[in-house]
Structure formats: C-alpha cells, structure tokens
C-alpha cells in the first residue's frame, strides 16, 4: 500500500512550487520592492497562504523535497515542550487534587508524570501528527500561538505581544486573543472592593495597554507592509481576503454549509432569484457578526474574570470555528490545542465529547463517502452543547494558599 500511496496535503505540494516559484523568479512580483518572484503565480491560483511560508520552505529546493514535512514535525514536538511547560508552571501547581496528602517530593513526580502524560496526548494525537506528516503548516501557527500564551503566563508582556503579531499574520484568527490580553491587563481590582467601571475605562488608555497594544498591531503591520511592499495586492487577496470571502459547501460542516450551497451561483440561478432574507444573509460578511461578537466578547468578558488564559483563549477559539464560515477537520487543531491545559480544571465525562464526534463523524461519511443530502446540524448543536459543559465544570483556579492569586498578564516593564 505505501508503493500506491502517496501521504502528502495538497497545501504542501503547492507550497513547494510557490517556493520554486520565488526561487527562479518565473513571474516578478507585483508589489513596489518586488526583487524575488512571486508565490500567487500558479495558474490555477491556490496558494492562499502568507508568502513567509513559501520562503521559509525553500529548502524543499535545496536540501530535501520533504523538508517542510520534518520541518512541522519539529514544531509539533515545540508544542509539546510548551504544553509541558505551561502545565509545569501554571497549571499543576495551583491544582488540588496535585496538593492534598502529598509531600513535596512525591507531588513533584506526580506533577511531572500528568504533564507528560497530558503533553503525549496533543503528540500523539492521530490528527496532529497526520496534519503534520502530511505537509501543512498548522504547527507552525500552533507554536506561535502556545508561545504567545508561555510568555503571557510568564507575565512577559513585551514578548506576548511581539509574538502575537506574526501569530495574525500567519493565521487572522489570533488577532482575537489581543482583546483577552488587553482584558486581563485592565482586570485589576482597586483596594480590594471589586472593579471600578471608571478605572478600568482609565487603564485601558494607560500605560500598560499602551505599551502591549502598539507593539502586537506594530509587528502585525510591519509584515503585512513588507509583504505587500513585495508582493503587492495579491498577497493581502489571498492571504486573507480569500478566507473572508470563502464560500465552500463542501468537507465543511459549518453553520453556514447549507446556506452557502443553497445561495451558491453555480447551482442555477442569481442572487436576484433568491428570497430578500437569503439575499441578505449570502455576502460572507454577515457571518462575521455572530461570530466576532461571540469570540472577542468571550475574551472581554472572560479575561476580566478568574478564569485563565488557557480556558479564556480556548473558548474564544472554539466559538470562532464553530460559528466559522468553513470549518473542515483541520480547523479542530486550532482548540484542541488548549485541550491539555485545560484537564486538570474541567469536570466532563469523555463520552460525551466522544459521542458528539462520533455522530459529527457518521454525518461527514454520509456526505463526503456517500454523496448524500445531507442537512444535519449535529456538528453545531453537539458541540455547542460540549462548550457549555465545559465552561459550568471548569475550575477556574484551586490553590491551598487563599492568598494565591491566579497567574495574569504582567502590569509591569
């Protein structure tokens, strides 16, 4: 079978060419610096990615066509090593079941034996290690993401928000997480008697937001300049407009799925045929609304409470894909991420999760195996409800010492 095989995504394979594409200059880029070639030049127009993922893997040229595959197999071992980290030192420390009856020895060992454990499973996790193998570059994201949340707990603000601008050049959806770092900075209490409404509107223009907000949007905006200096519109449409405006009924399980092949063109008819209240909700833009309010008021409000990063930037994730416009398999790595964090503070019976995939799953083989009609919201009520469940068993914080306060954003230099 591994003779008639090939194990490779369709991404990688075209990554490679982009890189080739760079490498002899084919086409000169269309940007005002444009020296190298440009990756947006494939006639069939599917490079959808920020070009630093073409240059980054332009090894695959010189050294090893499979370079980009070891490449992201290194990140995911990164990622664990992160995962383990934060666990090690936020995490498992403030956990009780980790502190009753245990001296200090023995929970040592106790606590690194659950954090390997809990590490082992996002690596050997079938799909990460396929994702990877295969050739995309979701880890890349993911280790950008888990080290802006390390610096965070760190109480690193400068490094955070540095890192936190390529993690939304690489991928828009992180920029979300600004919102509950800016919220937990301005969580602050004043002498102990609650939040003060006028405090918090004073903090959010004072020293500390001031300092983390420019440099996150600064880096940000700097790749975005540098890339679109070199390679012009075609970079900011496929990079990211394309993701706005996606519109696939295909392998996606949305909210949307339906909707979008029901006001799809391609399947007969115009816009001007559709009823008004179909017409209304086809620009791509309308489903941002719901799912922007959910996840950046999740991360306001959330950030402001006791709950940590970890649990307040995967629920922020979690209703940004499930109330996405296109959501395929890959998307579930972008939560499924915070999942080992998140274990030794949740109470929920695994079954349930299981379930809910379980009948995601029997769906998805109806339509993509069996070419049937399939209409089925189980995705998104499942899942909803798994979210709910989550948030009421999370434990926001458990610590022997009362005056243990859990890890934040640091409000110093």
Known sequence: LAGHFKIGAVSHRIARETSSLITICVSVAKGPLAPVGDPYTRKTRTYRYTPLLAILLLPNEWLHPSFGKYLFAACDLINGALIYQILMLHILPHTKSLAQDVSAKNSKRLMHARATLLAATHLLNPLVFTISTRGSSKAILCTFVLLTLFYALERRRNAAAIILGPSAHWKIYPIIYGVSCVSAITSQQVDGKGRDFVYLVRRLVGRQVLCF???????????????????????????????????????????????????????????????????????????????????????????????????????????????????????????????????PRINLDGKVWMGTQALWLAEAYKLEFLGEDVRSLFYVAGHTWVLGAIISGYTPFVSCNQHTQTPRLSTKD
Do not use: K
């Not at 405006?245 to 115009?270: A, K, M, P, V």
């Not at 309308?286 to 309010?293: A, E, G, M, R, V």
């Open 213 to 343: 907000t420019p440099l996150s949007t600064g880096t940000f905006i700097i790749l975005e300049a540098i890339c679109y200096a070199m390679w012009g519109y075609p970079f900011l449409y496929e990079a990211h407009i394309y993701h706005i405006e996606r519109c696939d009924h295909r392998h996606n399980f949305s909210l949307y799925f339906y909707l979008i092949y029901l006001t799809n063109s391609s399947f007969g008819g115009t816009s001007a045929d559709l009823p008004v209240w179909r017409q209304l909700l086809r620009p791509p833009f309308t489903s941002l609304i719901p799912q922007l309010t959910l996840s950046l008021g999740t991360g306001l409000i959330l950030g402001q409470l006791s709950a940590g990063l970890p649990f307040v930037w995967f629920v922020q994730t979690f209703t940004f894909v499930l109330l996405n416009r296109v959501c395929t398999s890959q998307y579930f790595i972008r939560y499924t991420l915070f999942i080992p964090l998140l274990v």
